[in-house]
């Protein structure tokens, strides 16, 4: 669709522009402030030019805080999009039954974060919980407070079961935009499944799957309400993720400009993910349009 | 291979008449009892998948209606003893009770603020070229991306230092960060569907642009509005950093109290469980309202 | 209202006037002559406004970058983020 230009639509983006200016502006060059400076309390301010950000960038618990984070984005991209994939595909097109089934999906959806957590924490305590019970009863040793490996996995079983939902909506209505004239015709030509899902469904999903990878990238690179919830950020660190540690810092040790500095980088990662995302997701649109 | 191919271009092109004609020929040489065998099998995968859904807060709800002491002492499946005493303690103590009134307020607050907003907003991108728009618009999605975490620490005193710390009003537009955003992005998709020529149109019939956008042009994306005015409810409600972080005792929402709670009083399960429960129910009928829009709207108008 | 919690510095406070200057100046560029779309070596389409985020943004890392393997000098690295941002404005 061919649009006007009109530079006095400004005046009907700016009340967008001033609410969120407010609330992102203001506190983007307070953090700013605060990332060159140190603070001994009472408001206190003393130069410290860019040693923060030398000492984050070349600490030990930064550099491990940011790889755990790109391993656990990394595994829940990795499991939940083959997965929401799967179960679109496996639902059928229509019936009685399907809204009934997307409600219940959603459910997870809907779950305060921190609820997310304390349902999993209760559910994998050994002691209490009906999986942890379980899992001890058939004789093998899951113990998320002690063991780092199953801290893990109880978080990124808790991510699957707390967002894959996302994805099958997501995936479910590309599929549902497809007209039945496409089936019908590849069933006269006796396609193959994995030729119909090859050629018919998949370039279909492709717009909605990169809203859903976008989508999923962005809230698990900021996880922070479920593990912490959870885990507590351990066994040790080994659930530490970047937003915990940032959490941490700020608020648990109130080392202001460290906090400041650490933020500034994760603000510069996430910039560079989500320009590199956004520039394929509007260059691939302008390629379909021509 | 080759012959297995379907290019989606020579399906259009079949004429969907000749289609069903022979799709029907083709069709009735599987018995019904075929296709009735087929139907659980194609369930299978959804029914497992729903389980593994609801497993979790199953437990959550018979750890609810369960005694203190049962939780702790015996492992069942279903409560010897059903007991509402943990509902009744959220119900009578205001401090807990509290905490949903606070939550709902803001987060109602949040969602007419974020989609009041948006609309005009959206309009001027589906509708308009202006300079910097792109820019503007992902700067505006940038937002949705920056780890509340990261804002937390400034937000207590850059709203302190306004005089709303505690509000439910501070929270509500500190939601706005990522939900604004969001609200453009889906109403600027369900915008972008309805022709320019019905505003062409309303202009010619010499309606004046704000009696057009109220009369004409939502109820067009009324579905639009609806699907964001869920996801603004969805991320409000959900959100605990920020909410924590900018209330003490007259805002505080219901996900901050739980968490008090659990630290303070030695565990006391069954209450926790009862308030979790509780906290799916604005979830649930939120849900219920949008059931119909769900698997159109999740694709955020754009598909 | 009072913004000594903001903490205000003079370096940061010229490091945000000159990002505000740099947009006013492109608005006023793009008044003077209109933006076209071209496509450069890395094969996407960028009008100036977008080589100037490209440029921002790459030269915040090159900062980081430089912070985290060499350390001090900074204003070497500045000199590289300035050479950067003419090739973004030449061939991007």
Same mark, same amino acid.
């Given at each position: 669709m061919e649009k006007k230009v009109n530079q006095k639509a400004w005046f009907f983006v700016l009340p967008v522009v001033l609410l969120v200016a407010f609330s992102a502006l203001i506190p983007l060059m307070t953090v700013v402030n605060y990332s060159v400076q140190d603070t001994f309390g009472n408001n206190a301010f003393f130069w410290a030019g860019t040693d923060w950000f030398t000492d984050i960038l070349r600490s030990e618990r930064f550099h491990s805080a940011l790889w755990r984070q790109f391993l656990f984005s990394g595994i829940i991209l990795a499991i939940e999009v083959p997965l929401g994939i799967a179960i679109a595909l496996a639902m059928p097109r229509r019936g009685l039954w399907v809204p009934v089934c997307l409600v219940l999906m959603a459910l997870p959806l809907l779950i305060p974060w921190n609820v997310v957590g304390t349902i999993w924490q209760v559910f994998a305590r050994v002691d209490i919980g009906l999986l942890g019970h379980t899992l001890a009863n058939l004789g093998i040793d899951f113990n998320y407070t002690q063991d780092p490996l199953d801290a893990w996995i109880t978080v990124v079983v808790m991510d699957v079961w707390h967002w894959t939902s996302l994805v099958v909506l997501l995936c479910y209505a590309g599929l549902q935009s497809i007209p039945d004239a496409y089936y019908q015709a590849a069933r006269i030509d006796g396609a193959s499944k994995w030729a119909i899902f090859r050629y018919i469904q998949l370039p279909k999903l492709h717009r909605v799957l990169l809203i859903a990878v976008l989508l999923r990238f962005m809230d698990s690179f900021m996880i922070y309400t479920e593990p912490f919830v959870v885990t507590g950020g351990g066994p040790g660190s080994a659930t530490t993720f970047l937003s915990i540690d940032l959490v941490k810092m700020a608020i648990g040790q109130f080392d202001l400009g460290r906090a400041a500095a650490f933020s500034i980088i994760y603000f510069l990662i996430i910039l560079l993910v989500s320009w590199a995302f956004y520039t394929v997701m509007t260059g691939k649109t302008k390629e379909s349009d021509r | 291979?080759?012959?297995?191919?379907?290019?989606?271009?020579?399906?259009?092109?079949?004429?969907?008449q000749s289609t069903r004609a022979r799709g029907g020929v083709v069709e009735k040489a599987p018995t019904r009892a075929a296709?009735?065998?087929?139907?659980?099998?194609?369930?299978?995968?959804?029914?497992?998948?729903?389980?593994?859904?609801?497993?979790?807060?199953?437990?959550?709800?018979?750890?609810?209606?369960?005694?203190?002491?049962?939780?702790?002492?015996?492992?069942?499946?279903?409560?010897?003893?059903?007991?509402?005493?943990?509902?009744?303690?959220?119900?009578?103590?205001?401090?807990w009770y509290r905490g949903y009134i606070n939550s709902t307020i803001y987060v109602?607050?949040?969602?007419?603020?974020?989609?009041?907003?948006? %609309?005009?907003?959206?309009?001027?991108?589906?509708?308009?070229?202006?300079?910097?728009?792109?820019?503007?618009f992902f700067w505006l999605l940038t937002n949705r @991306?920056?780890?509340?975490?990261? /804002?937390?620490?400034?937000?207590?005193? #850059?709203?302190?230092?306004?005089?709303? /710390?505690?509000?439910?009003?501070?929270?509500?537009?500190?939601?706005?960060?990522?939900?604004?955003?969001?609200?453009?992005?889906?109403?600027? *998709?369900?915008?972008?569907?309805?022709?320019?020529?019905?505003?062409?149109?309303?202009?010619?019939? *010499?309606?004046?642009?704000?009696? /057009?956008?109220?009369?004409?042009? !939502?109820?067009?994306?009324?579905?639009?509005?609806?699907?964001?005015?869920?996801?603004?409810? !969805? /991320?409000?409600?959900?959100?605990?950093?920020?909410?924590?972080? %900018?209330?003490?005792?007259?805002?505080?929402?219901?996900?901050?109290? @739980?968490?008090?709670?659990?630290?303070?009083? *030695?565990?006391?399960?069954?209450?926790?469980?009862?308030?979790? @429960? %509780?906290?799916?129910?604005?979830?649930?009928?939120?849900?219920?309202?949008?059931?119909?829009?769900?698997?159109?709207?999740?694709? #955020? *108008?754009?598909? | 209202m009072d913004l000594a919690w903001m903490a205000w510095t003079w370096p940061t406070g010229i490091f945000f006037i000159c990002i505000v200057t740099a947009l006013v100046a492109m608005t006023v560029w793009d008044r003077a002559v209109p933006q076209t779309e071209r496509a450069g070596v890395l094969g996407i389409l960028t009008t100036r406004g977008d080589r100037l985020f490209i440029s921002l943004l790459g030269s915040g890392w090159i900062h980081l970058i430089w912070l985290g393997v060499v350390g001090p000098q900074l204003w070497i690295a500045s000199i590289i983020s300035v050479v950067f941002a003419l090739c973004v404005f030449r061939w991007v």
């Amino acid at each position: 669709m061919e649009k006007k230009v009109n530079q006095k639509a400004w005046f009907f983006v700016l009340p967008v522009v001033l609410l969120v200016a407010f609330s992102a502006l203001i506190p983007l060059m307070t953090v700013v402030n605060y990332s060159v400076q140190d603070t001994f309390g009472n408001n206190a301010f003393f130069w410290a030019g860019t040693d923060w950000f030398t000492d984050i960038l070349r600490s030990e618990r930064f550099h491990s805080a940011l790889w755990r984070q790109f391993l656990f984005s990394g595994i829940i991209l990795a499991i939940e999009v083959p997965l929401g994939i799967a179960i679109a595909l496996a639902m059928p097109r229509r019936g009685l039954w399907v809204p009934v089934c997307l409600v219940l999906m959603a459910l997870p959806l809907l779950i305060p974060w921190n609820v997310v957590g304390t349902i999993w924490q209760v559910f994998a305590r050994v002691d209490i919980g009906l999986l942890g019970h379980t899992l001890a009863n058939l004789g093998i040793d899951f113990n998320y407070t002690q063991d780092p490996l199953d801290a893990w996995i109880t978080v990124v079983v808790m991510d699957v079961w707390h967002w894959t939902s996302l994805v099958v909506l997501l995936c479910y209505a590309g599929l549902q935009s497809i007209p039945d004239a496409y089936y019908q015709a590849a069933r006269i030509d006796g396609a193959s499944k994995w030729a119909i899902f090859r050629y018919i469904q998949l370039p279909k999903l492709h717009r909605v799957l990169l809203i859903a990878v976008l989508l999923r990238f962005m809230d698990s690179f900021m996880i922070y309400t479920e593990p912490f919830v959870v885990t507590g950020g351990g066994p040790g660190s080994a659930t530490t993720f970047l937003s915990i540690d940032l959490v941490k810092m700020a608020i648990g040790q109130f080392d202001l400009g460290r906090a400041a500095a650490f933020s500034i980088i994760y603000f510069l990662i996430i910039l560079l993910v989500s320009w590199a995302f956004y520039t394929v997701m509007t260059g691939k649109t302008k390629e379909s349009d021509r | 291979m080759k012959d297995t191919r379907i290019p989606a271009g020579s399906a259009a092109k079949i004429d969907t008449q000749s289609t069903r004609a022979r799709g029907g020929v083709v069709e009735k040489a599987p018995t019904r009892a075929a296709v009735r065998k087929r139907i659980p099998k194609r369930w299978i995968v959804p029914t497992l998948y729903i389980i593994f859904l609801l497993l979790p807060i199953y437990w959550l709800f018979t750890m609810s209606v369960k005694t203190n002491q049962e939780i702790l002492s015996t492992f069942n499946l279903w409560p010897d003893q059903f007991t509402f005493d943990n509902y009744m303690v959220i119900f009578t103590d205001p401090s807990w009770y509290r905490g949903y009134i606070n939550s709902t307020i803001y987060v109602v607050m949040n969602t007419v603020i974020s989609v009041g907003v948006a %609309l005009p907003a959206a309009y001027a991108f589906s509708r308009y070229t202006f300079l910097g728009d792109k820019h503007l618009f992902f700067w505006l999605l940038t937002n949705r @991306m920056a780890p509340p975490a990261v /804002f937390a620490l400034p937000f207590f005193q #850059l709203y302190s230092s306004v005089g709303l /710390f505690d509000t439910h009003l501070a929270v509500a537009l500190a939601h706005c960060l990522f939900n604004v955003p969001l609200a453009v992005w889906i109403l600027e *998709g369900f915008m972008s569907g309805v022709p320019k020529e019905i505003d062409e149109t309303a202009y010619i019939d *010499g309606y004046s642009f704000p009696r /057009f956008f109220t009369k004409i042009f !939502m109820p067009q994306i009324a579905s639009g509005i609806g699907v964001a005015a869920f996801f603004c409810f !969805m /991320f409000s409600w959900v959100e605990l950093l920020l909410a924590r972080t %900018l209330t003490a005792t007259e805002a505080k929402p219901i996900s901050a109290i @739980m968490t008090r709670t659990v630290s303070a009083s *030695g565990m006391d399960w069954g209450v926790l469980a009862a308030a979790g @429960m %509780l906290t799916l129910i604005p979830g649930a009928i939120v849900i219920y309202f949008v059931r119909n829009y769900i698997a159109k709207g999740f694709a #955020l *108008g754009r598909v | 209202m009072d913004l000594a919690w903001m903490a205000w510095t003079w370096p940061t406070g010229i490091f945000f006037i000159c990002i505000v200057t740099a947009l006013v100046a492109m608005t006023v560029w793009d008044r003077a002559v209109p933006q076209t779309e071209r496509a450069g070596v890395l094969g996407i389409l960028t009008t100036r406004g977008d080589r100037l985020f490209i440029s921002l943004l790459g030269s915040g890392w090159i900062h980081l970058i430089w912070l985290g393997v060499v350390g001090p000098q900074l204003w070497i690295a500045s000199i590289i983020s300035v050479v950067f941002a003419l090739c973004v404005f030449r061939w991007v």
